[in-house]
Every structure is written in structure tokens, then in C-alpha cells.
Antibody, heavy 122, light 108 residues
Framework: QLQLQESGPGLVKPSETLSLTCTVS??????????WGWIRQPPGKGLEYIGS???????YYNPSLRSRVTMSVDTSKNEFSLKLSSVTAADTGVYYC??????????????WGQGTLVSVSA | DVQLTQSPSSLSASLGDTVTITCRAS??????LNWYQHKPGKAPRVLIY???KLQSGVPSRFSGDGFGTEFTLTISNLQPEDFATYYC??????????FGQGTNLEIK
């Protein structure tokens, strides 16, 4: 059974870089049928798509965050990562990693991590 | 980019009721529309994909319909575990996607 687990600091200072890793177990991150994505939810708000990465390293980022987001993948460790630079309080929220298919019909997020709360505060 | 507008933003209903949530897309997206249930402290869970296909393990009281720009999620015979926030999501231009703003379903 596929499992995803987010890890990283729960507290980040303003203007610094938020770094999270998603470790995948029960399946290979190199499966060519899937993308690996990040989604977040600020407190009291809805879900926001951050971006996705393919096992070969191809990325797509939400245009509203593109200038600050970097995603990477490490197939040897079966994990992928998110970096969000120059964070502000508006970046506080629960961050989820997830898997979705490569086609529009299979593009739904069918496997999720449990989520990790990241607070931006001095 | 596709924008999704959900209505209503909140909804109160009683056990056993049937409720319908609507999601409208800013441009036609075929059937590339999915629905999620989200409860506090848990990861979202996909209920319906491709507008009307029931995800494995999801009760049949959940159903989806629609094509193009207008979509609906219907929950029949509301159960206590159904009270949650529901989101639509479009995957017309995967890998990118957009979520609706959410509908909070509360017990009346």
C-alpha cells in the first residue's frame, strides 16, 4: 500500500526558506504513470496547489508561487522535496504531498501524506 | 487558467437529507473534474473523479454529474461522517490543477 510522509521543520522564520521532504513507501517514485505534488492549506482557507514533479525531474509550479518554489526528486531515496523561499506569514499552513496521474482523466490526487503544519514566525 | 466557483460556500443539513454542491468552471473542461472530502486533521480524500466516477471504497450515496462548465456533487441520505468540507478540482491541464474554494457542510 502506497504511503507518503512529509517531514521538515515546523517553524520557519520570515524571509527564510521553507524546506520539506516527502518520503514514499510501498511504491516506486520512478513509476512513469505518476506525478508527485505539493498542496497546502492556510489556516481557515481552502486547498492551494503548489506544484508537481515527474521522476525525471520535470516540474510544473503554480504561477502565483513560481518565483519562490523549487521542487526536486531523489529516486535513490524514493523521495521528493519542496523549497519555498522568502516566506512570510501568508505561507503558514498545512503542507501535503500527494501523487496524481499523468493524464487529465487520471490527474486526481489519489494518495496523500498526512500533512505537516509549517508556521512562519520570528 | 481555469477558475472554479463552488456554491454554496456553506450548507446546513440534517441526517438523512440529500444535498447538492455545484462547481462551475470558467471554461469548458470536459469531464476533468474531481471531488474531495476534507475533514480537520486529515488528508483530503477523493470521492469522485472524471466528473461521475466513484472512487473505490466510497459509499454509493455520493454521486457526481456534469460536463463542460457545470458540475454537481450530490450526497444522499446524509450520515454523521459526511459532515466535512468538500472541494472540486479540475485537471484539464494536468499536471497543473485548480481547486474550488470549498463548501463547508454542517449539521443543522
Amino acid at each position: 500500500q502506497l504511503q507518503l510522509q512529509e517531514s521538515g521543520p515546523g517553524l520557519v522564520k520570515p524571509s527564510e526558506t521553507l524546506s520539506l521532504t516527502c518520503t514514499v513507501s510501498g511504491g516506486s517514485i520512478s513509476n512513469n504513470l505518476y506525478y508527485w505534488g505539493w498542496i497546502r492549506q492556510p489556516p481557515g482557507k481552502g486547498l492551494e496547489y503548489i506544484g508537481s514533479i515527474y521522476y525525471r525531474g520535470t516540474t510544473y509550479y503554480n504561477p502565483s508561487l513560481r518565483s519562490r518554489v523549487t521542487m526536486s526528486v531523489d529516486t535513490s531515496k524514493n523521495e521528493f522535496s519542496l523549497k519555498l523561499s522568502s516566506v512570510t506569514a501568508a505561507d503558514t499552513g498545512v503542507y501535503y504531498c500527494a501523487r496524481h496521474g499523468i493524464s487529465a482523466a487520471e490527474g486526481y490526487l489519489h494518495s496523500w501524506g498526512q500533512g505537516t503544519l509549517v508556521s512562519v514566525s520570528a | 487558467d481555469v477558475q472554479l466557483t463552488q456554491s454554496p460556500s456553506s450548507l446546513s443539513a440534517s441526517l438523512g437529507d440529500t444535498v447538492t454542491i455545484t462547481c462551475r468552471a470558467s471554461q469548458t473542461i470536459g469531464t476533468f473534474l474531481n471531488w474531495y472530502q476534507h475533514k480537520p486533521g486529515k488528508a483530503p480524500r477523493v470521492l469522485i473523479y472524471s466528473a461521475s466516477k466513484l472512487q473505490s471504497g466510497v459509499p454509493s450515496r455520493f454521486s457526481g454529474d456534469g460536463f463542460g462548465t457545470e458540475f454537481t456533487l450530490t450526497i444522499s441520505n446524509l450520515q454523521p461522517e459526511d459532515f466535512a468540507t468538500y472541494y472540486c478540482q479540475e485537471t484539464y491541464s494536468v499536471p497543473r490543477c485548480t481547486f474550488g474554494q470549498g463548501t463547508n457542510l454542517e449539521i443543522k
